[in-house]
Nanobody, 114 residues
């Protein structure tokens, strides 16, 4: 059974940083690209970033490249999202997802506020 467990969210001031982590289990992690999405209150789920299984291919959502960095550690079955220079518009629940599977984790809340 696929499981995805996100962590690392919290309350941060504008301009601050957070690093999210998603630990995966139930499938061969290194064989699958991993994605981060986010969902702000009252809005649909938005694509944030994608990283291929071997780390060769990276894609970011509009206007996020340069502030957000996706990475992975296949030995730990973990994908990370480093978020820098956070702004209030980054406030959302952040989710990870594996390509090829329909499962979602429970998400981790990120709130950017002074």
């Amino acid at each position: 059974q696929v499981q995805l467990v996100e962590s690392g969210g919290g309350l941060v001031q504008p301009g601050g940083s957070l690093r999210l982590a998603c630990v995966a289990s139930g499938f061969t992690f290194s064989n699958h690209a991993m994605r981060w999405y986010r969902q702000a209150p009252g809005k649909g789920r938005e694509f944030v970033a994608r990283l291929s299984g071997g780390g060769e291919e990276i894609d970011y959502g509009d206007s996020l490249e340069g502030r957000f960095i996706i990475s992975r550690d296949n030995a730990k079955n973990t994908v990370y999202l480093q978020m820098n220079r956070l702004i209030p518009e980054d406030t959302a629940v952040y989710y990870c997802k594996a390509d090829g599977y329909a499962w979602w984790g429970q998400g981790t809340q990120v709130t950017v506020s002074s």
